[in-house]
């Protein structure tokens, strides 16, 4: 059973900077796809960023140019390195992948952009 587990996410003030981490157990990391999403209160789960097995990235159009996404398939860890943090990028962010038609996902860890 594949398990997600995010990482890093906590109180900062607009104009800072988060690591987010996500570590995959229970599949074959490598071959996976990976992508982080968020989720604020009242609104709809969004795609922030996504990155391929062999390294391809996408972003959504409000975090292209802040954010990025990187992968350790030494550790099976997929990062999400967020700059420029501001308060409408509070929200949950989740981790997930997917096998076929499997789909697999974090708990969530909560990023609060506020002064």
């Known amino acids: 059973q594949v398990q997600l587990a995010e990482s890093g996410g906590g109180l900062v003030q607009p104009g800072g900077s988060l690591r987010l981490s996500c570590v995959v157990s229970g599949g074959r990391f490598s071959g996976n796809s990976m992508a982080w999403y968020r989720q604020a209160p009242g609104k709809q789960r969004d795609m922030v960023a996504t990155i391929t097995s062999g390294g391809s990235t996408t972003y959504g159009d409000s975090v292209k140019g802040r954010f990025t996404i990187s992968r350790d398939n030494a550790k099976n860890t997929v990062y999400l390195q967020m700059n420029s943090l501001k308060p409408e990028d509070t929200a949950g962010y989740y981790c997930?992948?997917?096998?076929?038609?499997?789909?697999?996902w974090g708990q969530g860890t909560q990023v609060t952009v506020s002064s």
């Open positions: 997930r992948t997917w096998v076929g038609s499997l789909d697999f």
